[in-house]
């Protein structure tokens, strides 16, 4: 009988440390936002609820500006008007 228990717990540490073991390789695909930050190569999405490979892509700071002369005036952020895309944008 405690043979049996033995083994048990052994085939349970064993079916546990595999399932962490694929969980570690596969980070990227998981649905669980800590496991994806707890990743360096990984990061979570917020709009499209999931997590992805590589950094996160930061919208450029000048499109906050939604008019020409504020655009224009916001020197900080080296930002100026496109004509062609009616947005602000970072001047590059």
């Given amino acids: 009988m405690q043979s ?10 064993a079916l546990g440390a595999g399932t962490m073991e694929s969980a570690a390789l596969e980070n990227c695909a998981t649905g669980d936002s800590a496991i994806c930050a707890s990743d360096p190569n990984c ?8 997590c992805y490979p590589g950094p996160l892509q930061a919208p450029d700071a000048c499109s906050a500006h939604g008019d020409k002369t504020i655009c ?8 100026t008007w496109s004509a062609e895309n009616n947005t602000c944008q970072t001047r590059r």
């Fill in 43 to 50: 990061h979570w999405d917020v709009d499209k609820r999931g």
């Fill in 72 to 79: 224009e005036s916001d020197v900080s952020l080296d930002c």
């Fill in 4 to 13: 049996l228990g033995v083994a048990f717990i052994v085939s349970l540490a």
